[in-house]
């Protein structure tokens, strides 16, 4: 069985850091994409950034200041959050997108990051 398990999250001042990451346990067959995703209270999960063969995208108001990556031999995703603003405070979810054969999407339980003015 895969999961993912973020981490990294927490209470952080505007203008500070953070880098989140998820480590992927199991084999995901012919992975289509992977990302990062975000949740404020009351509103709907959005997506932050992402990435598929070729192409990396940023949501527009993270560009500039977050940044995806990978470590394929750790089995780790990572974002590094640069310039945090109270806007950014959400649970972030971690996300796989997988074909086997069918599409099955992959998700963490999430970590919580606040950002104080």
């Known amino acids: 069985q895969v999961q993912l398990v973020e981490s990294g999250g927490g209470l952080v001042q505007a203008g500070g850091s953070l880098r989140l990451s998820c480590v992927v346990s199991?084999?995901?067959?012919?992975?289509?994409?992977m990302g990062w995703y975000r949740q404020a209270p009351g509103k709907q999960r959005e997506s932050v950034a992402t990435?598929?063969?070729?192409?990396?995208n940023y949501a527009d108001s993270v560009k500039g200041r977050f940044t995806i990556s990978r470590d394929s031999a750790k089995n780790t995703v990572y974002l590094q959050m640069n310039s945090l603003k109270p806007e950014d405070t959400a649970v972030y979810y971690c996300?796989?997108?997988?074909?086997?054969?069918?599409?099955?999407?992959?998700w963490g339980q999430g970590t919580q990051v606040t950002v104080s003015s």
């Open positions: 990435m598929t063969t070729g192409s990396t």
């Open positions: 199991g084999t995901i067959s012919r992975i289509l994409a």
């Open positions: 996300n796989f997108e997988g074909q086997w054969p069918a599409r099955v999407s992959y």
